[in-house]
């Protein structure tokens, strides 16, 4: 009977699956189980420090002592280096029945349990990092409405600098701004388990708000209960603030297109318009609400040009490719009337450049035609001045020339008369001949008389004003022929009494002069100075000079530099006269090839 009790004990201790051995108080192995021959091998009958710890002496962490002497349990962990196994190690002390002691020891492999408590505290430690380390706020609170745990971006965020201090508040009263947001915010969570990206304003410690953006889910108990909620707080102070950067560039920038004075307009590639602005509305008299997504850009070009401008644009023969400058077009208005302009315009492209729109700005240039049109006029007119002023001259001179013989004549008949009769018949020629040359004498005088006209009424002028007037006629002239202008006026440099007339036929003059002499672009530069007594405006070119030996004569009637038909030689000879006649002079500084300097010095008006 004994001996199947023994049988079925070890059959017991052979189906657990822990290892199990039991040695004596030498150290004996005197029963292994299954299990624990799997792990060490067959050791009954040897050491128990031999087959478990390999060693030849009683391994350190070895607790038989305690078992044999004092009869306690051990509990301990032991790490065996051959197998890279860990082991949970429980000693039992067992009494046999002839009344020695016995150690029972029970192996149980948590090699894998151990990895998973590593692996845990890792993620524990990963998460708890993550928490304190994420820059938003992160929080856990109670259903009840207190924090119970906050990281340190969320105390920032909020203003605190103790946690303990904010974990006391109460989030309806002292963290939402609206309580019932935060009511809300219950509500939504405990319906859906979940609330993302909910925007609420919190209060910060020192009573300013910020906007946060919510996003949070609920935390249940064993029983499934919600017991609360956890989630992430983002700041958004910083995104609000962008969004609005953002929205006041955009209304900026919307400002500018809506109120530029030119016609800005944009359509897709199917020429449906997209944009339309104020100056377009005004220019050409649709609507935006009229036209944007409902009218095509071909119906306000003439036939065919929108075609066209969209081929000038890919080809890049009016510019670099994808880019009109500067193209004369005329466009429809609604009233059934034409705008003539330019057109200035692009292709749009999106990342990955490919076409999604065109923009255009159209100028209108029926004013500047308009100004053209009479700079034009205004320029025959000079030239006309000046032959008139050439035939007064030329008449001026021939009557004074001719004066001289015929009175030598008049008073030789004269002298004849005394010396024939009044009955001679000679007598009837000589009188004839007398009244002839005294109508001739008359005739000259009546000449003398129209080259020299009245002279025009004289008023206060700025010279100021009167140049900027000249200027903006003369201002795409200049442009066209690559000149640049540069106006250094000084403020205020007093008035001269002077015919405003002849003062713009001069500069005209200047103007026109330095023009012809910078064939090739270059800078006009028009200056006025002023001082107690005179008036400076000077007209300095960058053109190709005058001749040193030319300067003395370029004054004189009939003179020119030119080599072509672009003058008869009058127009300075009419200036220098007119300027003398206002009491001024013009002096005059040039260089082959370096620019001439005209200096017009006129007095100023006596202040009274």
Sequence with gaps: MEKNSTHNLTAILDAVEDGIYIINSDYVIEFMNTAMKRQFGQGVGRKCFEVVGGQKEICEWCSAGSVFHKLETVHKEYYHPATGKTFSVTDFPIQNLDGTMSKLSLFRDITETKVQETKLRETEGHYKRLFEHVGSGVYISSKEGKFIDVNKALMDMLGYEDKEELLNIDLSKDLYVKPEHRKTFQEMIEKEGRVIDYEVEFKRKDGSSIPVLLTSHVRYDQEGNIIGYEGINVDLSQRKKMERELREAHDFL??????????????????????????????????????????????????????QVMKMMRGGEYGEPGILRYYPVVFKQKAGGEVDGHLSASIIYDENGKEIATVGIFVDLRDRLAMERKLHRTQEQLLQSEKLAAMGRLTSQIAHEL?????????????????????????????????????????????????????????PVDMNVLLDEILLLYEKQLFENSIKLS????????????????????????????????????????????????????????????????ISRIFDAFFTTKDSVKGVGLGLSVCYGFVKD???????????????????????????
């Design 403 to 459: 004066n001289n013989p015929l009175y030598g004549i008049m008073n030789t008949l004269e002298l004849m008369k005394t010396e024939i009769g009044p009955e001679n018949r000679r007598r009837k020629l000589l009188e004839m001949s007398l009244s002839e040359t005294m109508r001739l004498a008359e005739m000259l005088k009546k000449m003398l008389s129209f080259s020299k006209p009245d002279q025009e009424e004289r008023n």
């Design 582 to 608: 206002h009491g001024g002079d013009i002096e005059v500084e040039s260089e082959l090839g370096s620019g001439t300097r005209f200096t017009i010095i006129l007095p100023r008006c006596r202040e009274k």
């Design 254 to 307: 919307n400002n500018i297109v809506q109120n530029s004075p030119n016609a800005v307009m944009s359509a897709d590639l199917k020429g449906t318009m997209i944009l339309w602005n104020k100056g377009a509305e005004r220019m050409l008299g649709y609507r935006a609400e009229d036209i944007i997504g409902k009218m095509n850009i071909t119906e306000i070009y003439p036939l065919g040009m929108a075609r």
């Design 487 to 550: 106006k250094q006026f000084v403020d205020d440099p007093g008035r001269v009494n002077a015919s405003k007339n002849q003062l713009r036929q001069v500069f005209l003059n200047m103007i026109s002069n330095a023009t012809d002499a910078m064939p090739e672009g270059g800078t006009l530069t028009i200056q006025t100075l002023t001082d107690a007594d005179h008036v400076k405006i000077i007209f300095s070119d960058t053109g190709i000079g005058i001749k040193k030996e030319s």
